[in-house]
């Protein structure tokens, strides 16, 4: 046997013990010393597989068997679980899901910001842990193995999809909206668009739900041209689930495989759906940012609230305001909100949605968060706190210098990335604020993705 089928045999018959659970949810183990990142497994559990990949300081693997089995393994209940890319903890029990999810928290203010002194709380964990999404999006593609397909991307693969007739986080309607719909074009022989050779027609199916209105909306993203068979269509859809109460078409006629477009054609209805946050009424449109557990938005926002304290003396920053709903969910324990966000798009929504619900104590200003800091300092001389709800990546570091020079009495960080929110944090106590709480939340149960709220204080 030669050196190199040696070092292969080897490669593919390690034994080792699952430790930990990883920030990106792979399983974490050792081989010779060297820490490897499995594909699947739970701490407590021993696998047999093969090195995939080395690196200098970890590897990565693939298990190929099961042969110690941990007590907090359950079974996946969805029958797609072994190749979905989605609900990759599924087959871990979800009070165990909890921990490893506040873990993570802990974990990335320890490592990365080098925190390890702060007060956390425990996580507060989804009543609702099935069906709670209110948007799901479905990929159109042409398989060399299964031709036809509407469904969602394999595990580790991109630019693979497999066909799919329920999903169990989304609503039973919406499921019988995936298999119709699938139903529907292959019966039309609309071209489905392939994402190799860029062919075709159709290519996402976007469904987003009233979770508290019961309104579902129906956003098919295309290449360019009319939607073929539009009055059967509506026909068709409004029969099956009478609540579908718009639908539209986003044209994408570029290449990026992405589920909205640069144009829009309502095709029925007003061309938004309105969802019900505590009393106040927000209208969604195709591409609106809306938090995808209306559920849980409900007790984050509600604990955003609660832990920062707000008064009728206090002039509230919303930055990274999106569209409104924190802002205008606070604006009546405030004296005022100025809300700032770069996607035009959103601020239109973010008026639209004020304009709504009568609240004339807000304003929102279309900028980046760094620039309007920088450039306008001079209308949050009087603020008084601050909630900050970043894309994943964080602030932007000149965003955060000028946030510290600003020096806000308090801050509330709403962060669902806690690594980029413990390098943020280490920068803010730094610049001499403390960390009176973080509150880690689970938006998405069955995921390794968690939500913290975080109060600093001057």
Same mark, same amino acid.
């Given at each position: 046997?030669?050196?190199?089928?040696?070092?292969?045999?080897?490669?593919?018959?390690?034994?080792?013990?699952?430790?930990?659970?990883?920030?990106?949810?792979?399983?974490?183990?050792?081989?010779?010393?060297?820490?490897?990142?499995?594909?699947?497994?739970?701490?407590? +559990?021993?696998?047999?597989?093969?090195?995939?990949?080395?690196?200098?300081?970890?590897?990565?693997?693939?298990?190929?068997?099961?042969?110690?089995?941990?007590?907090?393994?359950?079974?996946?209940?969805?029958?797609?679980?072994?190749?979905?890319?989605?609900?990759? %903890?599924?087959?871990? @029990?979800?009070?165990?899901?909890?921990?490893?999810?506040? /873990?993570?928290?802990?974990?990335?203010?320890?490592?990365?910001?080098?925190?390890?002194?702060?007060?956390?709380?425990?996580?507060?964990?989804?009543?609702?842990?099935?069906?709670?999404?209110?948007?799901?999006?479905?990929?159109?593609?042409?398989?060399?193995?299964?031709?036809?397909?509407?469904?969602?991307?394999?595990?580790?693969?991109?630019?693979?999809?497999?066909?799919?007739?329920?999903?169990?986080?989304?609503?039973?309607?919406?499921?019988?909206?995936?298999? %119709?719909?699938?139903?529907?074009?292959?019966?039309? /022989?609309?071209?489905?668009?392939?994402?190799?050779?860029?062919?075709?027609?159709?290519?996402?199916?976007?469904?987003?739900?009233?979770? @508290?209105?019961?309104?579902?909306?129906?956003?098919?993203?295309?290449?360019?041209?009319?939607?073929?068979?539009?009055? +059967?269509?509506?026909?068709?859809?409004?029969?099956?689930?009478?609540?579908?109460?718009?639908?539209?078409?986003?044209?994408?006629? &570029?290449?990026?495989?992405?589920?909205?477009?640069?144009? +829009? /054609?309502?095709?029925?209805?007003?061309?938004?759906?309105?969802?019900?946050?505590?009393?106040?009424?927000?209208?969604?449109?195709?591409?609106?940012?809306?938090?995808?557990?209306?559920?849980?938005?409900?007790?984050?926002?509600?604990?955003?609230?609660?832990?920062?304290?707000?008064? /009728?003396?206090?002039?509230?920053?919303?930055?990274?305001?999106?569209?409104?709903?924190?802002?205008?969910?606070?604006?009546?324990?405030?004296?005022?909100?100025?809300?700032?966000?770069?996607?035009?798009?959103?601020?239109?929504?973010?008026? +639209?949605?004020?304009?709504?619900?009568?609240?004339?104590?807000?304003?929102?200003?279309?900028?980046?968060?760094?620039?309007?800091?920088?450039?306008?300092?001079?209308?949050?001389?009087? &603020?008084?706190?601050?909630?900050?709800?970043?894309?994943?990546?964080?602030?932007?570091?000149?965003?955060?210098?000028?946030?510290?020079?600003?020096?806000?009495?308090?801050?509330?960080?709403?962060?669902?990335?806690?690594?980029?929110?413990?390098?943020? &944090?280490?920068?803010?106590?730094?610049?001499?604020?403390?960390?009176?709480?973080?509150?880690?939340?689970?938006?998405?149960?069955?995921?390794?993705?968690?939500?913290?709220?975080?109060?600093?204080?001057?």
């Amino acid at each position: 046997m030669s050196a190199t089928d040696r070092n292969s045999s080897q490669n593919r018959n390690i034994e080792a013990q699952i430790t930990d659970l990883a920030f990106d949810g792979k399983a974490v183990g050792q081989i010779d010393g060297k820490i490897t990142f499995f594909d699947s497994g739970l701490p407590g +559990e021993t696998v047999r597989g093969e090195v995939t990949r080395k690196k200098a300081r970890y590897n990565y693997a693939r298990v190929s068997q099961l042969l110690v089995k941990s007590p907090d393994r359950i079974d996946a209940p969805c029958r797609h679980f072994e190749i979905c890319g989605g609900c990759t %903890w599924q087959d871990l @029990n979800y009070e165990k899901q909890l921990f490893y999810k506040r /873990k993570q928290v802990v974990d990335c203010l320890r490592h990365i910001g080098h925190l390890d002194n702060v007060p956390i709380g425990e996580i507060i964990g989804a009543g609702s842990q099935f069906f709670y999404r209110n948007k799901m999006e479905f990929s159109f593609n042409t398989d060399p193995e299964q031709g036809f397909v509407l469904g969602l991307h394999r595990r580790g693969q991109f630019d693979r999809i497999f066909d799919i007739n329920q999903c169990l986080l989304q609503s039973e309607n919406s499921n019988r909206i995936t298999v %119709w719909f699938r139903q529907f074009v292959e019966e039309k /022989k609309i071209p489905v668009y392939n994402i190799i050779d860029h062919s075709g027609f159709v290519r996402f199916l976007v469904i987003r739900e009233g979770k @508290n209105t019961e309104q579902v909306m129906l956003n098919i993203v295309t290449a360019d041209g009319d939607m073929p068979y539009l009055d +059967e269509l509506i026909s068709e859809a409004t029969s099956l689930v009478p609540s579908i109460t718009t639908i539209v078409q986003n044209i994408n006629s &570029a290449k990026a495989n992405i589920a909205r477009g640069d144009r +829009e /054609k309502i095709l029925f209805g007003p061309g938004f759906i309105e969802e019900k946050l505590f009393e106040y009424t927000f209208r969604i449109y195709p591409n609106s940012f809306f938090q995808t557990n209306t559920y849980q938005a409900e007790r984050l926002y509600g604990l955003i609230y609660d832990m920062l304290e707000p008064s /009728k003396d206090d002039l509230m920053l919303d930055l990274y305001c999106g569209a409104g709903t924190i802002g205008i969910c606070a604006a009546g324990r405030v004296g005022s909100v100025i809300g700032v966000e770069l996607e035009p798009a959103a601020i239109r929504a973010a008026r +639209e949605n004020a304009d709504l619900n009568n609240i004339g104590n807000i304003v929102f200003h279309i900028d980046s968060v760094q620039n309007i800091l920088m450039q306008k300092r001079g209308i949050f001389d009087s &603020a008084s706190c601050a909630v900050i709800d970043p894309p994943r990546a964080g602030l932007h570091p000149k965003a955060l210098k000028y946030l510290a020079e600003l020096a806000l009495p308090r801050l509330a960080y709403v962060s669902c990335n806690p690594a980029t929110f413990a390098r943020d &944090a280490a920068f803010l106590m730094q610049a001499g604020y403390k960390i009176i709480d973080i509150t880690p939340i689970d938006m998405f149960p069955h995921t390794m993705h968690i939500e913290l709220v975080a109060i600093l204080k001057k």
